[in-house]
């Protein structure tokens, strides 16, 4: 049976993060041994694969999500949350244990934010987590490269029924490099690719990850200058959509749901990556991680009309770089 004419039980789900966030508004950052008085501090639901799971049942897909929570009042909004945005949740229960926490100092005046965060290893996903039947049945599956080992056995299963697999890379845990073996899609932050080949320029790392591990295209993140993705024959650089921002938390999460809502719609790969740009740039105008997960609509208005950061590249050095790339994969 083909992927048009299959029946699917959800559209999408995602295995990974959850995380119940304090954002913490300040005028600007503080010096070092200083006091400064705060503009607001409200607590929020956050986390990669969670948020990105909200976001696809809000623009109209099915999703299930599978996480890890403590027995305590932060995995209790998490549930809440998650009924709420009637999303199909499948949790696992570390008793005696605090959820994921995240305290977020967020410079008013830029939007740009840090992260403090705190994770209780008793509430690590492992394989044995995991039931085959929370992963079964959809189109898409979304990872993080946090609990690795568990990531892993939910991409394989996910290989084995013909799902695409999208992986949100920040960090090198222990373990990625199996994990990314069964990925088809892995978006990482623009660090990653030099904390796993070495290689600073991204127009080298890329393609170097993509020769690696098969993959069918591999993207970064650049922030506010959008997004950069090979798909082993060109580079695909969108840049960003300029837009008061307020705070960047989440961002990166929200791209990731909107990557996989293109997916599962089935739209070529540069309207998915504009998509997931513009509606990263919108919820970053909002405080919080799921702060604007802008509808449908206001979203493609974005893309008609918005002002689109500089490039990050000019295409010239993405058409010498793409020749380079090339020559090297008929070396090898």
Known sequence: MSRASASFAVDVVGVGINATDTIIRLPRFPASDSKIELLSADVMPGGQVASAMVACRRWGLSARYVGKIGDDAAGTLQRKEMEREEVEAHWITATGCSSQIAFILVDDSTGERTVLWKRDPSIALRPADLKREWISGARVLLIDGHDTEAATQAARWAR???????????????????????????????????????????????????????????????????????????????????????????????FHGAFVYGLARD???????????????????????????????????????????EPAYTEEVLQDAARAASRSDVRA
Not at 176 to 203: K, M
Not at 212 to 228: D, N, P, S, V, Y
Not at 282 to 295: M, S, V, Y
């Open 160 to 254: 084995e029924e013909r799902m695409q697999v999208v992986g949100d890379f920040d960090n090198l845990y222990p373990g990625v490099q199996a994990l990314l073996h069964y990925v088809d899609f892995p978006i990482a932050s623009r660090d990653f690719p030099e904390r796993l080949t070495g290689e600073r320029d991204l127009l080298k790392s890329l393609p170097m990850i993509f020769s690696e591990f098969k993959c069918r295209l591999i993207g970064a993140t650049l922030g506010r200058l959008g997004a950069l993705a090979w798909d082993g024959e060109r580079f695909l650089l969108r840049p960003g959509f300029l837009v008061r921002a307020v705070d960047s938390t989440g961002a990166g999460d929200i």
């Open 267 to 309: 739209w070529p790969t540069e309207r998915i990556l504009d998509f997931s740009c513009a509606a990263a740039a919108l919820n970053c105008t909002a405080p919080g991680a799921r702060g604007n997960i802008a509808p449908l609509d206001k979203i493609e208005a974005l893309l008609r009309t918005g002002q689109r950061s």
